[in-house]
């Protein structure tokens, strides 16, 4: 036993000097081997790309790059700030491969159609018909998201000027209330405001951030408050003044927004109410005479 633990000593011990010994010429050729395999990628079983990144990612990117050349007064900065004010979370380039997709999807629509309907010069007009109304619908849905987006905006702002009063004349700064806001609310001005604060975060000047949140609602309300707080700070006027008139006076034009809806209502309804009730009522009340008539003249 004596012997056998001495062997296996020794033979361990001759292997950790020849590893010492030889370990500088390992890590000079590990180190060979990463410098002549720099820059190269090895894809393995585990790391493949997906279908996604091989072949949608690209086609997409060509698809929105087509688009562009299409439309020379459409530009990435004019997509984005609608995309924004709809309040959707994707890129300027997919809602560009969007908008060329369905008007391909169209056009094969049409062909289909068309050509099962009446012929060449049917398929012909139905593919111009179906590619214009494909490439119309993903604008058509943004802007009415933008639109709804816009009067949810104008809905929230009196009660969210109310608190930025109540915080301003609390202690707070402007950017401290309007932090408060985003923490304490939901909706789309809470979102506006809290892009505002991480633009004037990384440096930007809050007369610029606050004009962005002016073009990216697109509403006269917002648009006037933002142009009182940029003059409170250039004139040093005192914020929760201001805030108290803005809240207000969007207290007021929402008051009359509303009014004028429903003003309109009647006009609205007299159209579906003349196609729609209208006829059925003449059946009904009608057609029983009718009948009558009808039996005593045969």
């Keep these: 036993m004596v012997l056998f633990l001495a062997l296996a000593c020794l033979a ?6 020849a590893h010492a010994a030889t ?8 180190a060979v081997g990463r410098a002549a395999s720099y820059g190269r ?10 279908f996604r990144e ?16 299409l439309s020379p007064k459409t530009s990435i900065e004019d997509v984005s700030i609608k995309l924004i004010a709809a309040g959707l979370q994707i890129t300027p380039q997919a809602f560009l491969a969007a908008k060329g997709a369905c008007a391909v999807g169209g056009l094969v629509l ?3 159609f068309g050509g099962a309907a009446g012929g060449a010069a049917a398929g012909f007009f139905l593919a111009l018909v179906f590619a214009v109304l494909g490439y119309m619908a993903p604008q058509f849905i943004v802007g009415s998201r933008a639109r709804s987006r816009r009067e949810q905006i104008r809905s929230e702002l009196p009660d969210a000027l109310d608190l ?35 633009e004037i975060r990384i440096g930007e000047s809050r007369a610029d951030a606050l004009k962005k949140v002016a073009q990216r609602t697109d509403a006269q309300e917002v648009a006037a408050f933002t ?16 805030l108290r008139v803005q809240a207000a006076d969007t207290r007021n034009r929402r008051q009359a927004a509303a009014e004028e809806k429903a003003m309109k209502a009647p006009i609205k309804m007299l159209f579906p109410t003349v196609l729609f009730i209208f006829p059925t009522m003449f059946i009904v009340v009608l057609g029983p005479a009718m009948i009558t008539l009808l039996a005593l003249f045969k």
């Design 54 to 69: 091989r072949i949608v990612a690209p086609a997409a990117a060509s698809i929105s790059r087509l688009v562009l050349r």
């Design 164 to 198: 930025l009063a109540v915080s301003v004349e609390a202690g707070l700064g402007f950017d401290g209330a309007l932090s408060k806001i985003t923490e304490h609310t939901d909706g789309a001005l809470s979102d506006e405001f809290a892009l505002a604060l991480n």
């Design 41 to 50: 990628v090895v894809l393995t079983v585990g790391d493949r790309r997906s």
């Design 23 to 30: 370990s500088p010429g390992r890590q000079r050729r590990q």
């Design 110 to 112: 049409g062909v289909v």
């Design 227 to 242: 142009r009182a707080i940029i003059q409170a700070d250039q004139l040093g006027i005192s914020l929760g003044r201001i």
């Design 12 to 17: 361990a011990a001759a292997y950790l000097g």
